[in-house]
């Protein structure tokens, strides 16, 4: 089934709605998300979820859902039975597009032949799948549940029932090559998936492998060797047919993650579940992240969330770190209509010295970070949010 996305967006009004399920089967060692590899309390969490979605069903007024997506964690712990009853929990709950994307997060190590099978039946019609890499040797080091071999068996397989897959590859793991980075990317390419994600190994305190760093047992990550890994990525994605429409995103036309998108361009969305967040163009939330609490929270019918109002600030340099990401950039003229001229006079003065050193460009009216600017973005839009401006 090919996505109706496409890289011209539409101004439409859809909203989102991200689901948070907050088991894995085991904990990788980068990860920081929130998450708990014991499913003990599976059920009353899935229940749980399906009272914050009919609690909630009012916050996003009449606009429709345009997608439904299960991330983590692990959803894919999660039965086919358990995925039906919370999207049909939506359904009861909200209005819904004709076609929604319905995405479901999951590892190779719960995608047998027989469940994906099973997927296909159900109104899941997009997979995102956490490959991270193809050589043993990686998943090792990062304590993935999967192997090489079920990480190319499952996407084989999965390739026969779903048109619209995304799969995930990390660049910057220690020991990896360019060699072998690329050789990462032409496997997955092999496959004819439409939709590849890609992330840079960072250290995240917290983690065990933050403490396996500043132990010395694994060496740390090289930005220098992650930021050529990351242009490699590029030119070898581009190469292929794909467009470069986010900072870590790479999509075929047609095949953008529409969920992500609407991240990206600032529309509504709510977050489910223990730690997640939500937006709906001026207020922000986000739950607490503890299964216990939560659980116990939704039992009494009480919504275990936290609220601000974002300020002009805020909303200005949300906008600066989601637009310069994407190749939709940064409108100078938006800038100046729903922010002011001072904003506009600021953002220019501001990103002359990425202009001079070609980081950054401007196509007419719109501010784009350029391939030698992209692996540096979150560094440049940082100087240029606004701090002190009331």
Known sequence: MEAKSSYI???????????????????????????STSLKKREEMVAALAKEIALRKNELGDVAIQTIYFGGGTPSVLSDAEIIFL????Y????????PEITLEANPDDLSAGRIKALATTPVNRLSIGIQSFYEEDLRLMNRAHNAEQAAVCIAEATKYFGNISIDLIYGIPG???????????????FGVPHISSYALTVEPKTALHTFVKKGIIAPPSDEAAQEQFLLLADRLQENGFIHYELSNFGKPGFFSQNNTAYWLGKKYLGIGPSAHSYDGSTRSWNIANNALYIKSLENSELPLERETLGRNDRYNEYIMTGLRTIWGVSLQKVEKDFGGNYHKYLLQQAAPYLN????????????ATRKGKFLTDGIASDLFFINLK
């Open 87 to 90: 999207i049909d929990t939506v």
């Open 9 to 35: 967006h539409t101004d439409t009004e859809t909203a989102g709605i991200y689901i948070h399920i907050p088991f894995c089967r085991q904990a990788c060692y980068y990860c920081d998300f929130h998450f």
């Open 176 to 190: 990896m090559s360019n060699e072998r980075w690329l050789t990462n990317v032409d496997k997955a390419l092999a």
């Open 357 to 368: 050193e070609k980081l950054l460009m401007l196509e007419g009216d719109t501010l784009k």
């Open 92 to 99: 009861s709950s909200f209005k819904v597009t004709d076609t």
